[in-house]
T-cell receptor
Framework: KQEVTQIPAALSVPEGENLVLNCSFT??????LQWFRQDPGKGLTSLLL?????REQTSGRLNASLDKSSGRSTLYIAASQPGDSATYLC????????????FGQGTRLTINP | GAGVSQSPSNKVTEKGKDVELRCDPI?????LYWYRQSLGQGLEFLIY????????KSGLPSDRFSAERTGGSVSTLTIQRTQQEDSAVYLC????????????FGPGTRLTVL
């Protein structure tokens, strides 16, 4: 059974810092790994999708990496801004059955001005 | 273009009542998923549709939960005889058709059972 873990559960940093969010998964049999952002009371916004054959994806100040062999993914945020404050979720799309997303518990990020 | 939409955005009901939650996926997306997000449980898969068929219902927590999809588009999640533990945010997602495609999420329906 796929299990996804995110560390840390919460993170607070001053504006302008570069930071890394971690995601680990127990089963490397995934099609891809997706990073989402969730603002309070809102749905999920897809940030980056990394296919299993890829090592990383970049979008603006965001860079996500994937290492299937070690079961790890990281989300790097450069030059953080207060508007980056949100909960960040990673999810692996499993190969079996419905190919559903299995989510981590999320990292609640606060960027202090 | 339009994203995934869900209605209602909020639903408050009394214990024992039935509720229906609606999801309108992105046009042309053949795969549709329902997830539930509750405190302490995180985001959990409920059911998956490919077209109008539901090949995987393994996440439905009890037989009080059912879902259907018509015309390969709109989906309805029905909860009968609601219980307080059903209180959660119900999220719908759709994707094009390939297992490598991104899943796009709607804003969710917040269900509160009193």
């Amino acid at each position: 059974k796929q299990e996804v873990t995110q560390i840390p559960a919460a993170l607070s940093v001053p504006e302008g810092e570069n930071l890394v969010l971690n995601c680990s998964f127990t089963d490397s049999a995934i099609y891809n790994l997706q990073w989402f952002r969730q603002d309070p009371g809102k749905g999920l916004t897809s940030l980056l999708l990394i296919q299993s054959s890829q090592r990383e994806q970049t979008s603006g100040r965001l860079n996500a990496s994937l290492d299937k062999s070690s079961g790890r993914s990281t989300l790097y945020i450069a030059a953080s801004q207060p508007g980056d404050s949100a909960t960040y979720l990673c999810a692996g799309r499993i190969i079996q059955g419905a190919q559903k997303l299995v989510f981590g518990q999320g990292t609640r990020l606060t960027i202090n001005p | 273009g339009a994203g995934v939409s869900q209605s209602p955005s909020n639903k408050v009901t009394e214990k024992g009542k039935d509720v229906e939650l609606r999801c309108d996926p992105i046009s042309g997306h053949t795969a549709l998923y329902w997830y539930r997000q509750s405190l302490g449980q995180g985001l959990e898969f409920l059911i998956y549709f490919q077209g109008n068929s539901a090949p995987d219902k393994s996440g439905l927590p009890s037989d009080r939960f059912s879902a259907e999809r018509t015309g390969g588009s709109v989906s309805t999640l029905t909860i009968q005889r609601t219980q307080q533990e059903d209180s959660a945010v119900y999220l719908c997602a759709s994707s094009l058709y390939r297992n490598t495609d991104t899943q796009y999420f709607g804003p969710g329906t917040r269900l509160t059972v009193l």
